[in-house]
Each structure stands twice: as structure tokens, then as C-alpha cells.
């Protein structure tokens, strides 16, 4: 029996409360939705279903305060930045590669319910001592350096002060202050039943939310463990039971030490590989049992998710990562236009004067892209200007030299800040107008438009001086941008299941295949960018 249809069973064997008035918290959405079907299986006629959620999901729901996108955290943060006074003349463009990794060092921080303050100050405090130390003066960068890392900590109380007026923040700052208000935010719900299922390896701040719950409402808490491996868990659980005050552990199972395995691991060199090397273990699976159904893959390297996708036939698989948006032919049009301005700009400099000049590399790409082939060229005429191209022979090309250029088929790239935004929106427009609306390339440039607006809107309502860098400029096109994706038609219900490694929390296959389960991969790299010191960290 899997873990999620013995949880069913947990849930329905209490007939004293009304399943409706039940809350199921779990570790991811996959594993909400599998539940569900286990409590039909297991009651064998309708019902009401539970309340069940993720657990991200339920802590943001119980915090009255509004989870930000991570653009808006660092356009407000560089806001309060520029209020210290050695760093007024910094410019945007400089302040983002610090900007991502300190919002991730405070979101660790206060994840784990750690005194950021007193971290900061002690990095400031050692910082300080090995850049002064033994030297009577100090140079224009060495006295910078000092400051930023003495004025993290005003930094860090400023910020979140700002945030939490705005009733808003990031997912630490919501956990933390959920974790320190439960008494005040656990009114938001009124079920009568509680119960934490599958969780595991959880910060201090997810703790202290299940604890009051456990105190206070009698919150139930069941582990997804086996004894097969009670050795490699029992110092975490241990933990878990000191902390939630738990007599018992419910939830350890005895099955993977009783029922039948064949594991078998296989070393191949490349990752295309990999993908064969799994299909036809999945055609196996199907023959000999009929169906996939009950069968996992697993990408711990999702990046392979493509080519898999371009090999095998997921008609009927369930897949929830979807199709990256960055990977099709009009993101990659776009990313070419955005490097060709920004080479243009780059020779402008070099050269010291304004005639605009495209390297021709970039010409290629853009003229080889396959939207612009199919909405300017015939086979032929596209065979005929490639040819002209590259037999000019030039490094660098004037607009006006290309030769055979149809009219509107390179956009005015001279243009800067929201002017050049709006062309690239006009350039999409008339592009989707060549293509019919059921065409899976016009769904691709309609998207595209939708984050060039966001782009806009963005650009426009910022104060930032120099929001016309085209640096700055696709750094807010890439993060409005790289998270779309294209979902996939699959059967949730039955056929492969495609997921990532964290899907797999809670859940119950009869076959896995995990593909990349390499050193670097799994377990990751330990190396990783952070303002904070090892040993202060530790």
C-alpha cells in the first residue's frame, strides 16, 4: 500500500468529524492531487473532499501579507540602497549582481528564524578587519567595501520594514512573521482537524507553525518513512520529535524491506544518451505490463526535460514542469535582438562614434530564425539574401547595406528605453498577424508580447534613472520572461509520470527511472554564491 493511500485510510478511519471540516497539509501540489484520488479509491463511494494544500501554499494563506516577485523585491530594495550615502551614484545595472544573492542570503536567514541583525553585524565586523587591518589608509574601493558590508544590516532592517508596511514581502519574511503571529493568524481557518503528512527536512519557521498547531488545535503528524532505512533518518526524526513534542511517530511503514526490487544503475557518458537509454526501458515497462501507469520519471537534471519531450511520445504522460517558453524560436529571436543592440552599443563605444553597425554573426541568427524566414521569405528568396550575406564578407554591416531587405523586417534597434520596448511589442504584433491563432507559434509570440507589456508597465513605474540600459532592459525581459511556460495536454490520471525531484515528496511508484544522478547534480555542488561567510552561516 502506498503512503498516500494509507494516509487516506488514516483520514477516513476517524468518523467523529465531517471529512469537510479536515486540513491536509503536504509537501507539493503532485502529491494533494494523488491523495484525492486515493480517498476515492480507498471509500469506495462520493464524498467530500478535505481541505489540502501544499504546504508553501498554506503558509501564505494563513499571512496577510502579499508574496512579491522577486523584480518588484529587487526594485524596492535598490530603492532603499540608494538611500545610504555612499551609494547614491550607483547605478542599477551594477547594483542586480549583488542584489539576487542577498535576497536569497535573507530569505535562508529568515527561513530559519535566525537574528539577521546580529549576522550582519558580525560580517560587517570581519569584513571590516580584513580589509583595515594594519594599513593607515584605505583607497576609494577598499573604503566602498567597508561600507557595504558595515550598512548590510541597515540594509536588512530598512527593507523589511518597508515590505512589511506595504503588507507585502518574500516567502522568509511570510514565514517568519507567520511563525512569530500564529496566535493572531491561525483564526483564518476553522477546521477541526489538522494533520501534516509527508513532510520532511523543514526550517525552523515551518516548524514553529506546525508546533502551534500541534499545541493548540491537536494537529497530527504523519511521516512518509520506512524502516528499511531507519539508520539514515533516526537523528532527523529525533529532531522533528523533540521539537513538535511527539510520543509517537505515525507514519513508518514496512515496505520497501518486504516487497520484491530490482535496482539497477547504468553509467553512460552523454545526457542524449540518457534519454534513449531510458525510453527503451520505458517501452519495456510498457510491454511487459501494458501501461505506464504506474511508472516515474524522474529528471534531476530538468534541463534534459527538452529532449525527451523532441524523443518520445508524451500524448498520454503527465507532465506539470510544462515547456519552457525561453526555448522556442520567438524567445530566441528575441534574445538575438537584444544582443544585436547590445553589440551595437559595444562598437559604438569602441569606434567613438554613433553609426549604428550589426556584427554579422548577429545578422545570420536573426535572419535564419524561422519566424522571420516564414513572415518575409519564400524558400528561395530566403536561400538567395543568406547567400548575399555571407558572401559580402563583412565583419560589420550598415542597415543600408544589407541588400534585398523587405520592408519592416528588422526593427528600429536605435531606439532606447520604453521607445525600444514598445518597437519590440509593434515587431511581435505584426509578426503574429502572419500566423493563424490555432498555430502553436502564434500562442508562443502572444506570450511573448504579454511579457514585453509587463516590461513596459515595469519600466514605466520605476524610478530608476537609468532603466534605458539595455543591460537593464533584458534583465527585466528575462525575469518576466524565463519562468513562462507552455503547458503539455497529458492524463493526469493515468500514463508516465514526468516530474522533477522534489515532486517525488510523498509519492509511490512501482517503477522509477532518475536520470542524472551525478555528482554535482545529485547531491548539488556545495559551492554557492552568498554574502554571508561559511563559518557565519554554519
Not at 70 to 90: H, N, T, V
Request: hydrophobic letters at 40%; aromatic letters at 12%.
Amino acid at each position: 500500500m502506498t503512503f498516500l493511500a494509507e494516509l487516506a485510510n488514516h483520514i477516513l478511519e476517524n468518523k467523529g468529524i465531517p471529512i469537510h471540516e479536515v486540513a491536509v497539509i503536504l509537501p507539493n501540489k503532485r502529491a494533494a492531487k494523488l491523495l484525492q484520488q486515493s480517498l476515492i479509491r480507498e471509500s469506495g463511494k462520493p464524498i467530500f473532499s478535505p481541505a489540502i494544500f501544499a504546504i508553501d501554499n498554506f503558509i501564505e494563506s494563513l499571512s496577510p501579507n502579499k508574496k512579491l516577485p522577486k523584480l518588484s523585491l529587487l526594485i524596492k530594495l535598490f530603492s532603499i540602497y540608494k538611500e545610504l550615502d555612499f551609494a547614491k551614484e550607483k547605478k542599477f545595472v551594477d547594483f542586480i549582481s549583488w542584489g539576487e544573492i542577498f535576497l536569497h542570503d535573507i530569505n535562508d536567514i529568515d527561513m530559519q528564524l535566525a537574528d539577521a541583525t546580529q549576522i550582519f553585524k558580525n560580517i560587517g565586523e570581519i569584513k571590516e578587519l580584513e580589509t583595515s587591518f594594519g594599513k593607515e589608509t584605505l583607497t576609494a574601493n577598499q573604503t566602498y567595501y567597508i561600507n557595504f558590508y558595515t550598512h548590510l544590516k541597515d540594509i536588512y532592517v530598512n527593507f523589511t520594514e518597508a515590505l512589511l508596511k506595504e503588507n507585502s514581502g518574500y516567502d522568509g519574511l511570510l514565514y517568519r512573521d507567520v511563525a512569530e503571529n500564529m496566535s493572531k493568524y491561525a483564526q483564518h481557518y476553522h477546521y477541526k482537524r489538522y494533520i501534516f503528512a509527508g513532510l520532511s527536512t523543514l526550517s525552523l519557521s515551518e516548524i514553529k507553525i506546525i508546533q502551534y498547531y500541534r499545541e493548540n488545535f491537536n494537529a497530527e503528524i504523519y511521516f512518509d518513512y520506512d524502516v528499511l532505512y531507519a539508520e539514515h533518518y533516526k537523528t532527523a526524526l529525533d529532531k522533528l520529535k523533540i521539537h513538535l513534542n511527539l510520543d509517537t511517530v505515525k507514519g513508518i511503514s514496512n515496505h520497501f524491506a518486504t516487497v520484491k526490487k530490482t535496482i539497477t544503475q547504468v553509467g553512460i557518458s552523454k545526457k542524449i544518451s540518457q534519454i534513449y537509454y531510458a525510453i527503451d526501458k520505458l517501452n519495456e515497462i510498457k510491454e511487459s505490463q501494458g501501461n505506464l501507469n504506474n511508472t516515474a520519471l524522474v529528471f534531476a537534471d530538468e534541463s534534459l526535460l527538452l529532449p525527451f519531450i523532441h524523443s518520445f511520445d508524451c500524448s498520454e504522460a503527465n507532465l506539470t514542469m510544462g515547456f519552457p517558453l525561453k526555448e522556442t524560436s520567438a524567445y530566441i529571436l528575441l534574445q538575438t535582438i537584444l544582443d544585436m543592440v547590445k553589440n551595437e552599443n559595444r562598437f559604438k563605444e569602441i569606434q567613438n562614434n554613433n553609426e549604428p553597425l550589426f556584427y554579422h554573426k548577429d545578422l545570420l541568427s536573426y535572419f535564419q530564425n524561422p519566424i522571420i524566414k516564414h513572415c518575409y521569405f519564400t524558400d528561395i528568396s530566403h536561400k538567395e539574401f543568406i547567400n548575399n550575406l555571407t558572401n559580402s564578407n563583412r565583419i560589420f554591416i550598415k542597415r543600408e547595406d544589407i541588400s534585398g531587405l523587405p520592408s519592416q523586417t528588422l526593427p528600429d534597434l536605435e531606439k532606447t528605453g520604453c521607445d525600444f520596448v514598445i518597437t519590440l511589442i509593434e515587431f511581435y504584433i505584426n509578426l503574429i498577424s502572419k500566423y493563424d491563432n490555432l498555430s502553436p507559434i502564434f500562442q508562443h509570440i502572444n506570450l511573448i508580447i504579454n511579457g514585453l507589456k509587463e516590461t513596459l508597465v515595469v519600466l514605466e513605474t520605476i524610478s530608476i534613472e537609468d532603466y534605458s540600459d539595455i543591460k537593464v532592459i533584458e534583465y527585466v525581459i528575462h525575469d518576466n520572461l524565463n519562468n513562462f511556460t507552455i503547458p503539455f495536454k497529458g492524463d493526469f490520471d493515468q500514463g508516465l509520470q514526468i516530474m522533477g525531484l522534489l515532486e517525488t515528496r510523498g509519492l509511490d511508484f512501482e517503477n522509477v527511472i532518475m536520470l542524472s544522478v551525478n555528482e554535482g547534480i545529485l547531491p548539488k555542488g556545495k559551492t554557492e554564491n552568498s554574502l554571508i561567510l561559511y563559518n557565519v552561516k554554519k
